[in-house]
């Protein structure tokens, strides 16, 4: 069914729906309002595999070339080496032609700055008032530069992650990898990923012409095909990704998805056994986290929702690894971004340190029941809800960040609106299911009497 | 001044003005609509904002379901020609042709190499104007395809349609002045080919435009220096894109653009007896070449696309501009600067001529042109005035209204008209004597009474 209004243009950038809403004209006005806000400075260019991948990009090129910018061309690549390249080439930002974990049809803008992090709500707000404004630099003829096609892209990536972690050997044999790129970005990259760090590999969907075989987001009901490729080929591991890579879930050796949650605390548990650290992630990720901070004794700061806000404190504070529940792991030492290639990495060197498999690994987590759900509310009603239902559990532990959550020993409560839909979002996480459904149905009910 | 125009010409402006990728987005997306999609070529002459055009041609035809198929940098004649041998849907050119570097357009072509005529272009902004685009989903989408060969394909048709061997044989020294544009790879290459001595200039796609690319003899200045320092047998200046061809004597005069058409004309009616087309600002010496050859001459509105359809539709021996263009039909019904070189060069093999031989059998006349700059309402306002005074005095002359006004006298004739390409009006007149074509184009100039114009005289 084809969506009424698809077009979105907010503080996440600009996204929209191929040969409905998201047109060139308005994808070249973006590009200059963003090549305006840089100050002709020089952007990458990186793109998923979508079909609509080369006419968005192409609306993006003439757009930052006319006001003046120089542009780098990476083409297809996953997100994450767009930012590396960023910063490695000391570009004033770069622009990502992905929709991510949206389905085929979409596309979409996502906005890099020189520090490889995304745009910030603040400077997506001046963003946004140049592009209403439509006061665009206007580069002259001999001002306007050329676009540098630049194939580097992965080489640099796989530079970056082989320079800090080397092949792996599980129990003094190689390791087999099953793997689901979803004929998206990291299709190319992941491979050869693998192949450098010693794995066997087996792989579906690693064709990147963008027809994905399957919607693109790694959630356990779009890994059917990846765990009977692990089953099958007795893999020990296997991994999916998303249309730009910055995500990744992951399937045991007994073929069952272990929970995009899990990503994160496998990555955040390897590396703190190792050496101390600060963890950063949002307020809806899993509480798994702060369990395995307390055992290495270190500190765990939770942000709003939203990956910059992610990044950002963990520029501050200096974290030693950061991320989000939706399988999103960032660990600066290696790339200041959500990097699917780096958790791989990371995961494969925890099951080789330990020799042990990898359902073992996550047996070894805590375990908690997540529930998740989502209700119609028009963004100007989200202030009463959360009035009526901070006047409930006042007497209650409550974090006022992002929303209201609501910490119990043992479980925790997230309500907030959405930043890209009219609906609020309620998550709960308990050690049993019972509870965790007990109090997301207490939440809705009292919301349906409001 | 407006400096964007919309016209049979196709759509010009400067870019960091009125050039926008929005715009050219728009008629990109326009144009794939009009065509109801299917194969496009696009070429792009050297300018640097060229690759900022491109990208946003390749989008917008791209978004309305059009398989594009981009040539790369070359002139726009090799574009044109392509695409008929590959039943492509159309073709958009991407030049400012002959206007200074700052300027960029583009210029649409249909299925048969021929620009949009004046129907098809008011369609076209018909489409622009409503908005209304075609919108194709994500796998109706076609990839972008590259090709490289549209020179060398350009050069086999111009190989079948000279005498190659008896050029080649006179080893010709030949100086090119190619303005860093278009030609610049195709040229020195074509001539070498033909056995030339190639002494060229200009011919660097990386360099900017040395001086405006319009091969007018003020522009020719370098060349005629090359052609008298190298002692060659004549020297070629191109536009931006292979449209309009100047010409160098051996002696080292730089001959007006009006004369190239005139000295191809000569060639081909001497040949071959038959009709010569060409627009009413060009010179009066075709209509005596074409009597002393037997031939006739039809006359049709300026604009490309008028004379190629009119060569078409009566089965011309030629066509062509006083711009510097000719069409030959048999490479191509469209302005290549190329065969109007093959067929120089062919002449001059085969009957030993020095070029400035063939000059002399040119009728002498003398032409004013002037362009008198200002603002669209004033031009329009006094040329429609203009008009209504002809109508009640036509002064002794014969009047044509089909494009602006054109009076003819015996002694003379003046033509007064708003130009294609940018906001000014064109006054041209034309007189045996250097006086009388003075006279009339004074006249012209104060009847106008245009209180803004400023001269600017070519």
Redesign the interface.
Known sequence: MKPIRTLKISISGVRGV???SL???L???FA?SFGTYLNSGKIVVGRDT???G??????V???L??TGCPVVDLDICPVPTIQLMVRKLGARGGIAITASHNP??W?ALKLIRSDGCFLNSYQAEELLSIYHQGDYR??????????KKNSQGIPSHLEQILKHYGPVLWKGRRLKVAIDCCNGAGSVMTPELLQALGCDVVSINTTPDGIFPHPPEPVPQNLTDLCQLVKESGADVGFAQDADADRLAIVSEKGTPIGEDNTLALAVKFLLRQEQGTVVTNLSTTQAIDDIAQVFNCRVIRTRIGEVNVTETMKKEKALIGGEGNGGVIFPRINFARDSMVGITLVLHYMALTASPLSTLVEELPRYYFVKHTLPCPSFRVRSFLNSLKEIYFREKLDLTDGLKILRPDSWAHIRSSNTEPIMRIVVEARNEETAQAWAREIIAMMHDE | MNLLKISISGVRG????TF???L???FA?AFGTYLESGKILICRDT???G??????V???L??TGCEVVDLGICPTPSMQLLLTNLNARGGIAISGGHNP????ALKFVREDGIYLNALQASELLDVYHQGE?N???????F??RERNDAIEHHLSKLRQNFEWEAIRKRRFRVAVDCCNGACSEMTPRFLEELGCNVVSINDSVQE?FPHDPNPTPSNMQQLRALVKASRADIGFAHDADGERLGIVTEQGTPLSEEWTLAIVTEIELSKQPGVVVTNLSTTQAIDEIALRHGGGVIRTPIGQAYVAEMVKEVGAVLGGEGSGGVILPKTQFTHDSFAAIGSILEFLALHQNKVSELVDRIPGFFMIKRNLASSPSAIYASIQELRSSIEFDAKGSTVDLSDGIKLSWPDGWVHIRDSNTESMIRVIAEAREAARAEALADWAQSTLRLEDAHLNDQ
């Open positions: 191929i040969g409905d047109s060139p004209t994808l070249t006005r200059e979508r079909t609509s080369e006419m968005v990009k192409h609306a090129f003439a757009g070339l006319a085929v049809e596309n206007k580069a002259r003829n001999h001002e306007i530069k050329a676009v | 400067i870019v960091g003005a926008t990728p929005e050219v987005v728009n997306q300018r640097p904002s690759a900022m055009v491109r990208s946003a390749i989008s917008g791209i978004s570097e700052e300027w960029n685009f919108k194709v989903p994500w796998n109706r989408l990839k972008l900017r």
